[in-house]
């Protein structure tokens, strides 16, 4: 007897395992045929989720020992033996991978404590013994010896100086805003969502680099019903915004011959403050988790502004660690347990 069903996921492998567990069983035969692939849509807008074709079979329960002999029943226990035993040694192989690439990580992160220790212990011995007798052409000429000194390679600090460049706030001009502010506005109405964008003040206590010519604090703030819309999963419609602003807002001003600081940061009714908070939040229950479970924990992959705010909460707590893995957008945070007893 065959039971055709159809069942949709946000990709077809998690329809698979949909179908899997909802029609699946031991008297049962599931075939599955794919019958539209997956769209992603814009901003997430207009997107499908993946559609599969479920054809279930129900077995009629055979005593296959009996017509076929034990022969065949034990030459599939045995396949299935020497199955699971190359799946155990697939697993061996992984986890060993990913206890090498551990080591290696808190190798590294160790060394790179070691000199900035040394650095930090260096410093004030040549203070003292240099600050009656340095002139500014002697501190010329030792310019290069410091960049003899064992520093990251150019690689890294590339990479950390293109992260860091989120978090500088650096203020912005009149009419570097009001660019920003149409730009947003014909992009929401053109979306056909109910909001608004207006610039935002600074919040009390924050501070930002502000010149004459550029005063502005760098944000803007979306106000509307839409909102849900405009931040998308994980506020990736909110970024994804942001970097057009930011993208047409640079390319404007170096055209005009000024400079290519401009990065202003867009929220919605105050999305990043609360996502900030849930991801501290999260942060220490997965740390408490690693403690007691005595194993690394690994978090979801995440954009260099959340991982930053993970490091940046871990940073003191007891017993745990943490580095980043991974590239681009599948690039996640591992924190790693450092007390007694880890397990391996």
């Known amino acids: 007897m065959e039971e055709v069903y159809e069942v949709s996921a ?27 692939e997956p769209k992603k849509g814009l901003f997430g807008i207009g997107s499908k989720d993946a559609v599969i074709k479920v054809t279930v079979t129900e077995n009629v329960g055979l005593d296959l020992g009996k017509i076929f002999g034990d022969g065949l029943l034990t ?39 070691q000199r900035e220790r040394e650095e930090k212990a260096a410093a004030p011995e040549e203070q003292v013994r ?33 992260e860091n460049r989120d978090y500088v706030k650096v203020g912005v001009s009149e009419d570097e805003m009001k660019y920003a502010l149409e730009f947003v ?11 608004t964008a207006s610039a935002a003040s600074a919040p009390e206590g924050e501070e930002f680099t502000a010149t004459e010519e550029a005063p502005l604090y760098p944000a803007i703030e979306i106000v509307g019903d839409d909102k849900g819309i405009l ?28 400079h290519e600081g401009v990065k202003i940061k867009i929220d919605v009714e105050n999305y990043r403050a609360k996502r900030e908070e849930a991801l501290r939040i999260l942060a220490r229950k997965m740390a408490g988790r690693a403690v007691k ?17 993970i490091h940046s909460e871990l940073q003191s707590y007891p017993g745990v660690s943490t580095h980043s893995v991974g590239s681009d957008k599948d690039r996640k ?6 007390g007694e007893g880890k397990q391996k």
């Open 10 to 36: 946000k990709t077809v492998a998690e329809a698979y395992a949909k179908a899997n567990e909802l029609y699946g069983g031991e008297n049962k035969e599931i075939k599955c045929e794919i019958v539209s």
């Open 75 to 113: 030459e599939s226990k045995e396949d299935d033996k020497e199955r699971e035993g190359r799946r155990n040694d697939s697993e061996k192989k992984e986890h060993r991978k990913d206890r090498r690439h551990d080591k290696r990580d808190r190798r590294q992160n160790q060394d790179r404590g």
């Open 130 to 162: 240099h600050s009656d007798s340095v002139t500014a052409g002697d501190a010329e000429k030792a310019a290069p010896a410091e960049e003899n000194k064992p520093h990251r390679t150019r690689k890294e600090s590339q990479k950390r100086e293109h």
């Open 185 to 195: 506005n014909t992009l929401i109405a053109n979306m056909g969502l109910s909001a």
């Open 231 to 258: 931040i998308g999963h994980h506020g990736e419609t909110l970024d994804a915004i942001q970097f057009l602003v930011n993208l047409s807002a640079q390319r404007r001003t170096v055209g005009r011959g000024g």
């Open 293 to 309: 479970y005595r194993k690394n924990v690994f978090l979801e992959p995440m954009n260099p502004y959340e991982r930053r705010i």
């Open 333 to 338: 945070i591992v924190i790693s347990y450092e």
